[in-house]
């Protein structure tokens, strides 16, 4: 099946879309007073995205900031360890700050940075994975 | 998920431009004189605040405010704007936290624009996806 064959990296991109938006208001945010770091646990948003579906997706809680949690929940053991796409909203946790700061803002600039970059680069590797993928397939599909 | 990057980044980018623009003021105002302690120069700041509660987006400016510290008291009274005791009023700009801001005020623009550059460049890389 397609969506297996791209799924993992389609919803890596996905969530590394979101994640890029939510750093990018941490680093715009940085001189706001009160604002707060805000971040996903980018491993456990993926799994219960069914990113990794080799593996049964199993339910992990979240210290979410409503409350809620996604991914589908196991009761049977006859269940499909079925997947859900990478939904529009991945609970977005607050970040623990390394040292207090005056104005009540936690945004580590140089860190953010860090992590801005690095999701970047994660980023284009998923991509190119994908092209990768699709170029093996297309190949595959060739009578050539 | 509202706001796209481009909307944040700009936000803070225009945010701190007025921050910048603020600081030119006081910086280029810090020696101006007057003959009353109301009409000293004050400096003046911008307020951030986030455009969304508890959600993440872009910065807004809430405002503009003087600072409220005390403008600095000199005597001379040859001075032409000195009042009847002989006492000019220089403005309130701390000349030391105004580069202190312009510098921090520079190296945040420059983030977001660096950020700009790279969601742009990814995004021309996904756009050429089934290239090849």
């Known amino acids: 099946m397609i969506d297996d064959y791209l799924a993992t990296h389609a919803n890596s991109i996905k969530l590394r879309a979101q994640r890029t938006t939510v750093l990018a208001s ?10 707060k770091a805000r971040d996903m646990a980018f491993a ?51 970040r623990q ?15 953010e940075q860090a992590r801005f970059a690095e999701n970047s680069v994660r980023y284009q590797a998923s991509l190119e994975f994908i092209k990768s993928r699709v170029s093996g397939l297309i190949r595959a599909l060739r009578s050539e | 998920m509202g706001q ?13 431009s007025l921050r910048l623009n603020t600081t030119a003021s006081n910086l280029a105002n810090a020696s101006s004189v007057s003959g009353t302690a109301e009409e000293a120069y004050r400096a003046r700041h911008p307020v951030f605040a986030a455009v969304l509660d ?22 001379e009274p040859g001075h032409p704007l ?3 005791e002989g006492y ?7 000349n030391v936290e105004e580069m202190a801001n312009m510098m921090s005020a520079s190296r945040s623009y420059q983030s977001n624009v660096e950020m ?13 996806m089934g290239d090849s």
């Open chain 1, 26 to 35: 941490n680093i715009a945010n940085a001189d706001t007073p009160n604002y």
């Open chain 2, 82 to 84: 000195a009042n009847d």
């Open chain 1, 97 to 111: 700050p390394d040292e207090a700061s005056l104005d009540g803002n936690t945004v580590d600039k140089d860190m």
């Open chain 2, 4 to 16: 796209s990057i481009f909307d944040i980044a700009g936000s803070a980018m225009r945010a701190q």
């Open chain 2, 116 to 128: 700009i550059s790279t969601v742009r460049q990814l995004m021309l890389q996904t756009l050429k």
């Open chain 1, 44 to 94: 456990e948003v993926l799994r219960d995205a069914g990113g990794a579906s080799k593996f049964p997706a199993k339910k992990i809680s979240l210290s979410t900031s409503n409350g809620s949690s996604a991914g589908m929940r196991i009761t049977n053991n006859r269940h499909i360890a079925g997947y859900q796409s990478a939904g529009a909203s991945a609970p977005l946790m607050y």
């Open chain 2, 54 to 75: 508890n959600e993440i987006g872009g910065v807004q400016t809430r405002g503009i405010v003087e600072s409220s510290r005390e403008p600095e008291m000199r005597y």
């Open chain 2, 88 to 94: 000019i009023y220089g403005s309130n700009v701390d």
